[in-house]
C-alpha cells in the first residue's frame, strides 16, 4: 500500500488547511487510518485517527475542536481539516493506514505511512 499526503502549505496564525491522503489500493479503505505529525527534535505523534467506514474518531487534545478526520470509504481517502491553526501545529503531517478496521490510537499499530507534508503556520 502506497499513501500519498498532499495539502501542507504555509499559513498565518488562525488560518486553515486541508490535508488529504490518497491509497493505491483500495484495501486500504477497509483500514482504519490516522494523521500524525513531527515537528522538529520531537516524536512523531497521533493528531487524530478514524476507523474504517469514518464513522469513529479521536483526536489528540492539543487538536481537538480545531481538527476535523473524515474518511471516504469508496475511495480510501483520508482528509484532515485544520482551523484556527497555531504556531504550534508547525510539523510535517503524515497519513497512516493501521493494521485493523477499528479505530486506533497506538502508532505501533500502524503498518503503512505516507511520505509526510509540511504544515508552516507563521505567527
Known amino acids: 500500500v502506497q499513501l500519498q499526503a498532499s495539502g501542507g502549505g504555509v499559513v498565518q496564525t488562525g488560518g486553515s488547511l486541508t490535508l488529504s491522503c490518497a491509497s493505491s489500493?483500495?484495501?486500504?479503505?477497509?483500514?482504519?487510518m490516522g494523521w500524525f505529525r513531527q515537528a522538529p527534535g520531537k516524536e512523531r505523534e497521533l493528531v487524530a485517527a478514524v476507523d474504517w467506514r469514518g464513522g469513529s474518531s479521536h483526536y489528540s487534545d492539543s487538536v481537538k475542536d480545531r481538527f476535523t478526520i473524515s474518511k471516504d470509504v469508496r475511495k480510501g481517502t483520508v482528509t484532515l481539516q485544520m482551523n484556527s491553526l497555531k504556531p504550534e501545529d508547525t510539523a510535517v503531517y503524515y497519513c497512516a493506514s493501521a493494521r485493523s478496521s477499528g479505530l486506533v490510537a497506538t502508532k505501533s499499530l500502524y503498518n503503512y505511512w505516507g511520505q509526510g507534508t509540511l504544515v508552516t503556520v507563521s505567527s
Open positions: 489500493r483500495r484495501t486500504a479503505s477497509n483500514n482504519g
